[in-house]
């Protein structure tokens, strides 16, 4: 039996568009996306000789054939024709879920990672990314990481530079959004502001994080923040202790703020962490 341990990031959407539906019912999208350290840790049995388990720190979490790590596996042995004779997979959960932060598609493609490594990497990161599109739409981006513009439902990736060096700081309140439900919600609306993705990644190339933090946008924020005013609460928290940007994360309901270095950081963490006990500090990675 041999033991595979991979870090699982979390995702935030600096940008984020819906650009209408597709006939399978989903939406196309553009993105910019971000991994942050704040991370799960996967660990995965191989060659256990038994049926597969699952298990995770989280309760709640499915730990069976739903939880998106368990299909990834499968996905994964399918597409490269392998048997691992028994996978026992344990999550270390930290990224909160229902969040917005891509939690369980970070350990999916932690997995994808994982496993193509042991087999000696036979699929390149692209086309690992390519077959997470089976498993979520969050999956591809999750199992690239970095910076990139994320299109289509999230299979369509180009990388782009790194951030400058900032921090983040990251607040999940207690209520949840359903997520077919806001798309829903956004199929009835006209949207009335949009990201502009061209000056976003200009931004980017220039590494200008003041220019960055001016094109941070997401269209779902006004649609939750609308039912949901606690989000204009904390961003409020953020906004007077130095944050320069500060938006809601995919469907939410996290929010976070970016700000220029740990001082401020901590700061903020401080004023929140009393009624929030989800706040975190995080990099860009
Ligand atoms: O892929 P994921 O499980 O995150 O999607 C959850 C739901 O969000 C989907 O069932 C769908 O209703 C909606 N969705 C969408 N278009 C996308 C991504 C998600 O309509 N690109």
Known sequence: MTTLYEGAFAKLNLTLDVLGKRDDGYHDLKSVMQTVSVRDDVQIDVGTGKPWTLSCTLEGIPADERNLAWKAAKVYLDAIGEDPD?????????????????????????????LNRHYGDPLSILALAELGAQVGSDVPFCTLCGT????????????????????????????????????????????????DHQA??????????????????????????????????????????????????????????????????????????????????????
């Open 86 to 114: 028994g996978l026992a997979i344990r999550i270390t959960k930290r990224i909160p879920a229902q969040a917005g932060m891509g939690g369980g598609s970070a350990d999916a493609a932690a997995v994808l990672r994982a």
């Open 148 to 195: 990139a513009m994320v299109e289509g439902r999230g299979e369509r990736l180009r990388s782009l530079p790194g951030l400058p060096d900032c921090f983040f700081v990251i607040c999940k309140p207690d209520f949840s959004v359903s997520t077919p439900e806001l798309y829903r919600k956004i199929d009835e609306k006209q949207i009335p502001r949009r990201p």
């Open 200 to 285: 976003m990644e200009s931004a980017i190339l220039a590494g200008d994080l003041g220019k960055i933090c001016e094109n941070i946008y997401n269209v779902f924020d006004p649609i939750v923040t609308e039912e949901h005013l606690e989000l204009n609460y904390i961003k409020s928290i953020f906004n007077s202790y130095g944050s320069v940007a500060q938006q809601m994360t995919g469907s939410g309901s996290a929010v976070f703020a970016i700000v220029p270095s740990f001082e401020y950081a901590a700061v903020i963490c401080n004023m929140l962490k009393e009624n929030y006990p989800q706040v975190f500090i995080a990099k860009p990675v």
